[in-house]
């Protein structure tokens, strides 16, 4: 595959156009680790500005001072936004935009950080820009060649069973993060079962983001938590 300022373009290699790999870490700190939902309340504070929905609302006064007319409406975050218009530039234009990609990739990116620093899986505090111990990457599609500009419109549908298995995952997932935080506070170590676990159902997210908002493959999803998962 070739390389571009960090991110992987499409080619003919058999692995996901989505991959998130974490480093493991040898020893890890308890002071950090048992305060972790506190330090982290900084950093998810900005991300959630980017991740959440808000309200607008505008009411016209007149000059009596009397209300002629209020309206409201929800305004969905910025992933949110680009999926939709992403999917409609695929359907009508068959176009990705490579600064769109570049933003998508790199937001992905920053949360990827956020959570694993929340999983325990690093004491690294999550930069805005740096790499760190978390590693993801994208490929930017030939929209043309490598993406059919109808299927945006039942990816959401075709990856249900996905977001099924997900749910159970996390519950899982949950269970793994505190158990691995009273061995680090005892051990200073996060079991490495435990850790390959909360990394892949990271990873399988990132597959299932990839395939059904991010809309970057027509490659469907593999049911696995593996980095090279069996064909």
Not at 104 to 110: G, K, P, Q, V
Not at 124 to 137: I, R
Not at 156 to 180: C, K, M, N, R, S
Request: proline share 5%; charged share 15%.
């Amino acid at each position: 595959s070739l390389q571009d300022g960090g991110m992987t373009t499409s080619s003919s290699d058999s692995r996901y156009a989505a991959r998130l790999e974490v480093d493991y870490p040898e020893q890890l700190d308890r002071f950090t680790t048992f305060f972790r939902i506190l330090w982290i309340i900084p950093i998810a504070i900005v991300f959630s500005i980017l991740s959440t929905s808000s309200e607008s609302t505008v009411t016209l006064i007149d000059e009596a001072g009397d209300v002629v007319s209020s309206a409201s409406w929800s305004s969905g975050s910025i992933a949110t936004s680009l999926a939709v218009v992403t999917a409609l530039l695929i359907i009508f234009r068959q176009r990705y935009p490579r600064w769109w990609f570049n933003f998508a990739l790199e937001l992905n990116r920053f949360g990827a950080r956020i959570g694993a620093y929340f999983a325990l899986l690093t004491d690294a505090y999550p930069s805005t820009e740096d790499e760190q111990a978390v590693h993801l990457d994208l490929d930017y599609p030939d929209v043309p060649q490598d993406l059919n500009r109808w299927l945006p419109l039942v990816k959401w549908f075709l990856a249900i069973p996905h977001y099924v298995v997900l749910f159970f995952l996390y519950i899982g997932a949950v269970f793994a993060v505190i158990i691995a935080w009273f061995a680090i506070l005892f051990t200073g170590r996060y079991p490495q079962g435990l850790f390959d676990y909360v990394v892949g159902v990271g990873r399988w997210t990132l597959r299932v983001l990839a395939y059904a908002t991010l809309l970057l493959t027509d490659k469907y999803p593999p049911f696995s938590l593996a980095v090279t998962p069996t064909e």
